[in-house]
């Protein structure tokens, strides 16, 4: 169990902080700092005038023990997993699933950001609430998915990129008045389909672009360079792909000036692919995945928040329960959708009288994976609709 002095010590987001309706307050621009004596080839590095609260948020987020929520699914998306217990893809539908998730009671011990897809940042509970002030006011941080989704990339083997930055200064903008202050952009590669390196080019220079824009609008980017786990590939090949990806997303995020200090991380873990025969156990995961961060990422960034890209419930925590077993240069935790959300949806089923049911299977999660975080999980007692689909060959749970 997590003692209580390390949940309670996490950052808690402050509402008095927390001002909207106000026009956005920037500071004065600061000044360049040249890194060498000043000459016509001098180059700068230029700072964001929100530089300290985008630092501040970034930490709160990154806090002991804590995680993010992400329900940032999209209307269509959000449809689908509807469907799944047999409800209609309505407004209200949506809104009475998402007022459910939010209102979890002491769900702000476990989560710090909620990532929200916009309709959710504009809309209220279905008690008439708005959802960005239940957030804050459980110690979550409001947080916002900015692209646009993933379209084909011309002249590429198959492969897709991600839409979204024609007017995202103005949208970021706009969200941040409305309390959202961190944003999450998803580009997806694929292995199967190569990577081409078009398609590593094109993810590592949008995210790095959305990353500068956010930066420049007072909201912490989320880099999310999905590396999808179709494919029937060993985990050496997810180490490899992974190392390049990574490299061309530093490599751009410095070409654009954006401050490591101020940005979150949200990577997959690295895993054979789903069609492999050659399955891993989270100490294998762990042992991967750490060894590329450490490659490839550097300690300025303050946190490590993982997707779990597919894997069951407990087969997630499992992994992030290994990654902390030793200490870290960053926060290792969780950013985690259908991780979060499957078991408590299920159990909700659309029916008023579940939701408390629901809620308290949402919050078991939660929990879950806060002491994943610490390195203090243990998978004893899971049900078995949390585990399902996991693989468990050589690991004693």
């Known amino acids: 169990m997590a003692s209580a002095s390390l949940l309670k010590s996490s950052p808690v987001f402050d509402k008095s902080e927390f001002v909207k309706g106000q026009p956005l307050l920037r500071q004065p621009a600061v000044a360049a700092v040249p890194c060498r004596p000043v000459s016509s080839s001098a180059l700068t590095v230029r700072a964001s005038s929100y530089a300290d609260e985008l630092v501040k948020t970034a930490k709160t987020i990154a806090s002991p023990g804590r995680g993010i929520l992400a329900m940032d699914e999209s209307n269509a998306t959000c449809g689908k997993r509807l469907d799944s217990i047999g409800l209609e893809n309505t407004e209200a539908n949506r809104q009475a699933y998402r007022t459910l998730l939010v209102t979890a009671p002491g769900l702000g011990q476990y989560i710090s950001g909620a990532i929200l897809f916009e309709e959710t940042l504009y809309q209220s509970t279905t008690d ?161 995945t750490l060894k590329l961060l450490k490659r490839r990422i550097p300690p300025a960034v303050p946190g490590i928040m993982f997707l779990s890209g597919g894997q069951s419930e407990v087969e997630a925590t499992l992994n992030l329960n290994a990654m902390n077993q030793a200490p870290n240069p960053w926060h290792v935790s969780f950013s985690y959708a259908r991780a979060l959300q499957n078991t408590c949806l299920k159990t909700w089923g659309g029916r008023p009288e579940n939701v408390k049911a629901a809620q308290e299977v949402l919050l078991i999660r939660a929990k879950a994976n806060s002491l994943a975080q610490l390195g203090k999980y243990s998978a004893e007692g899971e049900s078995e609709e949390a585990k399902k689909g996991m693989f468990v060959k050589g690991y004693s749970y």
């Open 128 to 288: 008439g609430k708005k959802i960005v002030d239940v957030l804050v006011d459980q110690g979550i941080v409001p947080g916002i998915k900015v692209d646009k989704g993933l379209v084909p990339l011309a002249g590429s083997n198959n492969e897709s990129w991600c839409q979204g930055l024609d007017g995202l200064d103005s949208r970021s903008a706009a969200y941040y008045q409305q309390g959202a202050r961190f944003a999450k952009w998803r580009t997806v590669v694929s292995i199967p389909n190569g990577p081409s390196s078009l398609a590593v080019k094109e993810a590592a220079w949008g995210l790095a672009r959305y990353a500068a824009i956010s930066q420049d609008n007072g909201l912490v980017p989320i880099v999310e360079p999905e590396i999808l786990l179709d494919g029937d590939h060993g985990i050496e090949r997810t180490f490899e792909v992974a190392q390049k990806v990574w490299a061309e997303v530093f490599f751009y995020l410095a070409e654009n000036n954006v401050m490591f200090e101020g940005i979150l991380l949200k990577p997959s873990m690295v895993t054979p692919g789903a069609e492999s025969k050659d399955k891993a156990t989270p100490e294998e995961v762990a042992d991967y």
